[in-house]
């Protein structure tokens, strides 16, 4: 039987890779707790600490591209909850965790017991924003509920004054952190509401740590608010802190002035407002008064056309028009019967036996007044009427004699 006497000898370096490869690959990433030493912080920017408890205690590193997210600078003796990868250092084959998130004890506690009863109060429907009543346009009261002392009540009746002076203001006192705060503050809201004075309510508070916000994280606060007959605004510390309090609330600011400039107009820009309404009304009435005027001076006209008496000055017009017309045809046709008759008369006068008579001539007629013209037709003794071109004579037939005259 064959031996074989070769050995796989392990480098120390070889030991320490394969061990670290086998431990982050064997233990998944984890939540680990414990009080905080030789915490160090060299100028690469990378921490470096010791997790301890009463039995135990691991080395840690956390990189800086790691603890720049943090948001606080650990101390020794500090209780701390991190989360990491369990790994080894190489070099010194020290067994160590790689940390990646790091939380104070207590605020994590904190931090869970708010994403719980988020999620319980969420899965209710108590957020939902069916339920979010809108605030009044120009609210005539405000209830403010906050700390009389803070800086939050100063920031928020100064707003509140400056952008819209004819609101009025009821404070509320109570505690905003503490045992008796979430009492205080619900009985603030009950009384608020009760009073029936006041149009909104703005519930606010200054900046703080997690545990100064705590009492705004009460279930009983986020179940008064929903139960508040008035609409409610919340302005609870900075920008980033949001409260159960913030999601029960019809609306959330981000900060207590913040939350008075949601309450209340800006008197400036209503103002503001009003001036440019009122100037497109003025030039919409100017513009509409112009249209109705020219649309009246339209009509005035139309009916000045249509008017019984311009219709009756148009038809007297016509009527002197047609009797002139009249007169000046009568006139023309009497002149040309007039020059007719001076022409007719002129061709009688050329014919008429009167002017025979002006040129010594005379008509003789007989008994019954006929014309003599045949001396035959006479006998002696009968008597004749003779004419002249002025006057007249009896004459007697004494001789008669025929034939044509020469």
Known sequence: MAVNNERDVYTVARLNREARMILEAGIPPVWVEGEISNFAAPSSGHWYFTLKDRDAQIRCAMFRARNLQVGFRPRDGQLLTVRGRVSLYEPRGDYQLIAEQMEDAGEGAL?????????????????????????????????????????????????????????????????????????????????????????????????GSIEDLWSFNDERVARAIRRSPLPVVTGIGHEIDFTIADFAADLRAPTPSGAAELVVPDRASLLEGLRATLQRLQLSMRRQLTHTGHRHEALAARLQRAHPGARLAQQTQRLDELDLRLRAGWTNRLLRITQRLTLAQRALQAVSPLATLERGYAIATGPAGEAVTDAARLAAGEELTLRFARGSATATVTKIQTGTAE
């Open 111 to 207: 931090r869970r017991e708010f994403e719980r009863l988020k999620a319980k109060l969420s899965a209710e429907g108590l957020f939902d924003d069916a339920l979010k009543r809108p605030l009044p346009l120009m609210p005539r009261r405000i209830a403010v509920i906050t700390s009389p002392t803070g800086a939050a009540v100063r920031d928020v009746l100064h707003i509140l004054a400056r952008r819209f002076p004819p609101a009025a203001v009821l404070v509320h006192p109570v505690p905003v952190q503490g045992a008796a705060a979430a009492e205080a503050i619900i009985a603030a809201l009950q009384e608020a509401g009760a009073r029936g004075d006041c149009d909104v309510v703005i519930l606010a508070r200054g900046g």
